[in-house]
């Protein structure tokens, strides 16, 4: 059985008082109320992951994550993070491939396809971002472009570590925007993804790697979201904000 995961991507967001205590209140709720077995990722900016670690401690239910890393193991790259570093902070899950990593920082399929190595061989688990813009979906040219970021990405590894991998489906046309993808929208793109994953490698391994929604998710839809057969779970980004909407999240698998 897939794994189900709420993830919270914090983004840009939170100075250290604030990220503790936005912490602390998502740690407590989901151990005082959460009835399921989604894993929860907390993945907030790099400068809270060890005080976050510290905070979660031998909770079984949450997990940390970071939201980039750099394709070298270390080296002359000022700003940058390892996946090394990211897992001496007690990381276990990467951000690659965001819609605002490639549209601000310009990361391309090649780049990521790197990436994603380097976070396998540093046991990080990759949540490797795709989707399209909202010109590329009036098109119709949605699954075309995506196609072609898994396989650039993602076709270069072998079965065992295509298992490892979290894919996270995200129509950046509603990311942010207030504007959701339709549960059957979703449905649709998560199908075809694993319809890709199918081919390449097999139905078992295509149905053995959780594939996440993200995209202006909330309390409000999470629920007929994540109840499509091939959505996983949700890679979230304001509502993760909110430590009572993001519990609420996390609850709509009860």
Request: hydrophobic share 40%; charged share 25%; net charge negative.
């Amino acid at each position: 059985m897939r794994k189900q995961i709420v993830a919270g991507n914090w983004k840009m967001n939170c100075t250290l008082p604030e990220g503790k205590k936005l912490a602390s209140e998502v740690i407590h709720m989901v151990e005082d109320e959460v009835n399921n077995n989604a894993e929860v990722v907390l993945i907030p900016p790099f400068i809270h992951l060890t005080g976050i670690f510290n905070l979660i401690g031998s909770s079984s239910k949450i997990s940390l994550g970071a939201q980039n890393c750099h394709q070298s193991q270390s080296g002359a790259y000022t700003g940058e993070v390892s996946a090394a570093m990211l897992v001496s902070c007690g990381a276990t899950y990467v951000i690659l491939g965001h819609s605002e990593r490639r549209e601000f920082f310009g990361e391309t399929d090649e780049l990521l396809a790197e990436k994603v190595s380097f976070a396998l061989e540093n046991n990080l688990t990759p949540i490797f971002c795709c989707g399209e813009r909202l010109e590329v979906r009036e098109a119709g040219d949605h699954e075309s472009l995506v196609d072609t970021q898994v396989e650039k990405a993602l076709f270069g590894l072998s079965e065992d570590q295509i298992r490892k991998v979290v894919i996270a489906y995200e129509p950046v046309w509603a990311i942010g925007t207030g504007k959701t993808a339709s549960a059957e929208q979703a449905q649709e793109m998560h199908a075809f993804i694993r319809e890709q994953l199918s081919a390449k490698y097999s139905r078992e391994v295509a149905d053995s790697i959780s594939i996440l929604y993200g995209g202006s998710v909330k309390p409000e839809n999470a629920k007929e979201i994540f109840s499509q057969p091939d959505v996983d779970g949700g890679l979230i980004g304001g509502a993760s904000l909110k430590s009572r909407d993001f519990t609420n999240i996390i609850k709509a698998f009860d």
